[in-house]
């Protein structure tokens, strides 16, 4: 029972933020507050009441983020990038706003992926397919800058209607393969968001992210706008595998 307490307990402090609150909510707690609260709640939960259905509870939860192959899995953070596909929406409005985005593709976030990541829906935007789930940056040493990759191939289906889609200006097409980035400790849905020294290389070519805007105002720092980053130009549409590969500064978020 001791073993059994303790793994509990360590399945637990792998939750997420959203894991973390529907374990609380299906066993009548608040789920509000920031992630070290819930974590506390939710242990206290299991030292104090711990019952079959809460154990079920939080296996469950645990084994989809972990998918199980023999026996439980030891919790692990993946490595990764954001990529998306979408089209323009049909919405009259649509056209004079560009191509349509797709929600989530590889990480901030691929081994495990982080499904609940909820990024902002994009207005005049219709969302096609998930390419990759979202999953998280992780830094592999010490080093300021660290590099993730993500890996994917393109449907002849999904290919061939990014090679016919409508180009609404040189460069710009109707459907888009985007990536998408933004934290993930927050509650709620998020908001894209660059880590800092963000580059990224798509099949060994480098592609554009938005720059800062410089303030003419005194002690105002410049602003970045963060948008989905299109990545189409510089896939291979065909059978042939995609890399994507995310430069960020390792800060600390």
Request: net charge positive; proline share 8%.
């Amino acid at each position: 029972m001791a073993a059994e307490l303790v793994e509990t307990m360590n399945m637990v402090k792998s939750f997420r933020v959203s894991d973390l609150q529907t374990l609380l909510a299906s066993m009548g707690r608040s789920k509000s507050g920031l992630k070290q609260d819930l974590v506390g709640r939710a242990l206290r939960l299991v030292q104090t009441e711990y019952s079959p259905e809460l154990l079920k509870n939080v296996r469950q939860l645990y084994e989809s983020r972990f998918p199980r192959t023999s026996g439980w899995l030891a919790a692990r953070r993946p490595e990764g990038v954001p990529v998306a596909y979408s089209s323009l929406s049909s919405s009259p409005t649509a056209t004079s706003q560009g191509a349509d985005y797709l929600n989530g593709v590889s990480k901030q976030i691929t081994t495990t992926p982080a499904a609940e990541v909820k990024l902002v829906p994009l207005p005049f935007y219709q969302t096609l397919e998930t390419l990759l789930q979202p999953t998280e940056l992780i830094a592999q040493n010490n080093e300021k800058l660290q590099d993730s990759q993500c890996i994917f191939e393109l449907t002849p289906n999904q290919a061939d209607q990014i090679r016919n889609a409508t180009e609404l200006r040189p460069g710009i097409r109707s459907i888009q393969v985007v990536l998408r980035i933004c934290y993930t400790d927050s509650i709620g849905v998020q908001e894209d968001q660059y880590p800092p020294n963000i580059a990224v290389k798509v099949n060994q070519s480098y592609c554009h992210v938005p720059g800062y805007y410089p303030s003419n105002k005194p002690g105002v720092e410049p602003r970045r706008p963060c948008r989905p980053v299109n990545i189409t130009p510089w896939l291979h549409l065909s059978s042939i595998t995609n890399r994507v590969t995310v430069t960020w500064g390792n800060f600390g978020k």
